[in-house]
């Protein structure tokens, strides 16, 4: 179980939640609202006040790089920082089994990045950030820059994630998607975290 504990950063007062194993939780919230910075909190990839708890271990207690290997965040636009596709998964990937369950064939590990679009840059930065330790995935718009064939793809393939017991905190504008995968919904409002009763 993860839980934030008063956690709080540039205009977001104390936040307190609680996500459950196998759990989804969206949460909305206009531009600007905070959502990112919320993700990044609790990441522990930004300065902020409060904590995190997973299982009773405080991020605050652990070294960043172990705390973020079981709570990954998963920005809407994530960094490259080799030119070819193959470099940013761990040797001994089987790509043939990995890309094609996101609906890219397996033969694009082989591309340099710059021959990527937007959707498959999204796509391999989410499978890139999956690994057995993941607890929670922390995920900035997954599916913006889909379309409703790959959005189908990876939406199983976080229902797979959800059903092994990680959870996930997905930040969406796409109130269909969080009707679809959440089981409890929230916006940022002013600087608060509110539960919305659907």
Known sequence: MLEGHALCRLHLRPIDFVLRPGECVSVAGKSGAGKSVLLRMIADLDPHEGDAVLDGAACSGMPAPKWRRMVTYVAAESGWWDEHVAAHFSPGTDFAALLPAVGIPAEASAWPVARLSTGERQRLAL???????????????????????S?????????????????????????????RMASRHFELRDGQLVEETR
């Open 127 to 149: 499978l890139r950030a999956l690994s057995p330790a993941n607890r929670v995935l922390l995920l900035d718009e997954p599916t913006s820059g889909l379309d409703a064939e």
């Open 151 to 179: 959005t189908r793809l990876v939406e199983a393939l976080l229902r797979g994630r959800l059903s092994g017991g990680a959870a996930i905190l997905l930040v969406t504008h796409d109130p269909e998607e969080a009707a």
